[in-house]
């Protein structure tokens, strides 16, 4: 056995503006899984009327937040199929900050926070780097 056949393929070149966007993916998806868990704490420490409600909706929440961050390992491991729900993910940003800007106050602030989020994880991830990145063949000439 020689040094060539023992070792490791090399991986192939990530754009930067992939891991750009992975991060964006990954930061959104815990936001959502800390928000989701704290819906769930709070829920079970307060007394409300609605509280097997409020836990429902930690719980979704939880759970959509935890796509984008198999998402963001799959785009790292250039996984055709990561691409989607962290594009979903950033496209549900949209009409989130929309209400969230009708809502006035501190709220319209971290509705342009996340409406600026949305639209950049859109724009790096739909690049045409990332998607050249995302679906070259192996052995194929481009």
């Not at 899984?33 to 097997?52: D, F, H, K, P």
């Not at 106050?105 to 926070?113: E, H, K, L, S």
């Amino acid at each position: 056995m020689t040094a060539e056949t023992t070792a490791p393929a090399a991986s192939p070149a990530r754009p930067a503006s992939l891991l750009a966007g992975v991060a964006l993916t990954v930061a959104e998806g815990a936001a959502l899984v800390l928000s989701g868990a704290y819906i769930i704490v709070a829920a079970l420490v307060e007394t409300t009327r609605n509280q097997g409600l409020a836990e429902y909706g930690g719980v979704v929440i939880l759970l959509l937040g935890v796509l984008p961050l198999l998402a963001g390992r799959a785009l790292l491991r250039l996984r055709r199929w990561g691409r989607s729900p962290a594009v979903l993910i950033h496209t549900l940003c949209l009409p989130v900050a929309w209400f969230m800007w009708g809502a006035g106050g501190v709220m319209a602030a971290i509705g342009v926070v996340v409406g600026l989020a949305g639209l950049a994880g859109l724009v790096l991830l739909l690049n045409p780097k990332v998607t050249a990145a995302l679906y070259r063949t192996a052995g194929a000439e481009s």
